[in-house]
């Protein structure tokens, strides 16, 4: 398995590997997707399994993980809330997290359709500011 990190900074490299041992021409062996996971402390939010995963003769999505229980939390929370066509519910709870906030400080504002934090804080800035 490849582990990429959701940071824009970082996307398309690998992060980290994980071998399960099987040769790339058998296939993938899915019953040990958790066990592998598992074992280095990581949480996975599985890719939707209705829409086809991007993927290559040896490669396909199978989702996100971490090892924030709290970004995994969130994420599961915003399953429903997130509009699937514009970002993964894990991507947004990142995004959140690492701004410095709390699943309970983030969800009001991503259920009221703000996805980025950055914009929270503008019109959070806007509102507080006397009038001019």
Known sequence: MELRSVDEGALGRPVEWICSGVPTQQPAPEHQIADLLGERDLLLFPADPGEPAPRTRS??????????????????????????????????????????????????????????????????RRSCSPPS
């Open 59 to 124: 490669r396909r999505l199978i989702g996100y993980v971490t090892r924030d229980r709290e970004l995994m939390r969130l994420a599961l929370q915003l399953a429903h809330v997130v509009d699937p066509g514009w970002d993964h519910p894990m991507v947004v709870a990142a995004r959140w997290m690492q701004a410095g906030h709390s699943a309970e400080a983030a969800m009001p504002w991503i259920t009221a359709g703000v996805n980025w934090p950055k914009a929270a804080e503008t019109i959070l």
